[in-house]
């Protein structure tokens, strides 16, 4: 199984809303990766986990949780959000935390939309 | 930080070589470079990744000059399919902290007509 699964597809939230995103992955990786990416933009980093340990966390605003409960699952979990968090949210993993030197397999994304 | 640029977008048509180029002046020397495909609405795909020369795989070919400042991704025979944007990235995949090695540069959009 080389497949990167994420919840949901696309979620729509108001600014007071609490919503989490999942992402599984069951390739044996022990490294997991939230990025954000802005329509006709590349993808940013915003957290990366090593062996379930947050390893980076790009400034991203605490609005933003990340929690990794295990090596197969990642959550990025939600809260007081602004419109300009709507963006395509994209799950990764690798074999292990040497990002660029390991292939990166990535989720579909999901399409948040923040009202 | 090695900073990539890429040309912004390419035309070609089904059947062409398609070449793209990523320039790294300031690449380091344990920096790998590899390049990621991504579709709409998509995650990034691994394509193929290189340290020097050439690399080849079953889609794709890195040739990688000597003084490693550039790199040009090479697809054989393009088809409509491949319509998409070309990221490349540079880095040596050990964090220490650095963001460097997870940035993706602005890409290039490769547009294939029939």
């Known amino acids: 199984d080389t497949e990167v699964t994420q919840t949901p597809k696309h979620l729509v939230m108001g600014m007071t809303n609490k919503k989490s995103l999942k992402c599984e992955q069951h390739m044996g990786h022990r490294a997991m990766y939230w990025y954000k990416q802005k329509a006709k933009k590349p993808p940013e980093l915003m957290f990366v986990y090593s062996y379930e340990k947050l390893s980076i966390n790009e400034s991203v605003p605490s609005r933003f949780s990340p929690e990794c409960p295990n090596s197969s699952l990642l959550n990025l979990h939600l809260h007081a959000l602004q419109p300009e968090d709507s963006a395509l949210y994209l799950c990764a993993s690798s074999q292990d935390g040497r990002g660029s030197y390991n292939e990166q397999f990535f989720g579909p994304g999901t399409r948040l939309t923040v009202l | 930080l090695a900073k990539t640029t890429q040309p912004i977008s390419m035309d070609s048509y089904e059947g062409q070589e398609v070449n793209i180029t990523c320039s790294h002046n300031?690449?380091?020397?344990?920096?790998?470079i590899t390049w990621y495909q991504q579709f709409p609405s998509q995650g990034p795909r691994f394509i193929i990744q290189?340290?020097?020369t050439k690399v080849t795989n079953e889609v794709a070919s890195l040739f990688i000059p000597a003084d490693r400042k550039s790199s040009t991704l090479s697809l054989p025979r393009v088809s409509l399919s491949d319509t998409a944007v070309y990221y490349c990235?540079?880095?040596?995949?050990?964090?220490?902290?650095?963001?460097?090695?997870?940035?993706f540069g602005k890409g290039t959009k490769l547009s294939v007509k029939p």
């Open positions: 290189g340290y020097k």
């Open positions: 990235l540079v880095g040596d995949g050990n964090y220490g902290g650095s963001q460097g090695n997870l940035i």
């Open positions: 300031n690449i380091a020397t344990n920096d790998y």
